[in-house]
């Protein structure tokens, strides 16, 4: 059974870090583009950030300004977002999805999971 599950979200305070985490079950998340989304109430899912199959390459949203980072974990069949310096406007539910080509459309990715949600407040 071919299964997503995202972990690491919470609350927290502005200017705090997280770490979210990928886990795939039933398929190899090396062999697709992994890419994480976002979506605030009322709000379009949105890209975040996207790495490439071979992990080579990586793209942010502009709105990121350097404060995320996407990496994977090939062993741990794994994938993650450190996320730094989170801000309000950052509170959303926060998806993991997998594909096979590279984009920022929602349309190009097959497998998703259910979504973490971070809430950034004082």
């Known amino acids: 059974q071919v299964q997503v599950v995202e972990s690491g979200g919470g609350f927290v305070q502005p200017g705090a870090s997280l770490r979210l985490s990928c886990a795939a079950s039933g398929f190899t998340l090396d062999r697709f583009v992994i890419g994480w989304f976002r979506q605030a109430p009322g709000a379009e899912r949105e890209m975040v950030s996207r790495i490439s199959i071979s992990g080579s390459s990586t793209h942010y949203a502009d709105w990121v300004k350097g404060r995320f980072t996407i990496s994977r974990d090939s062993a741990k069949n794994a994938v993650y977002l450190q996320m730094n310096s989170l801000s309000p406007e950052k509170t959303a539910v926060y998806y993991c999805?997998?594909?096979?080509?590279?984009?920022?459309?929602?349309?190009?990715?097959?497998?998703w999971g259910q979504g973490t949600q971070i809430t950034v407040s004082s």
């Open positions: 999805a997998a594909g096979p080509y590279c984009g920022n459309y929602v349309a190009l990715y097959v497998y």
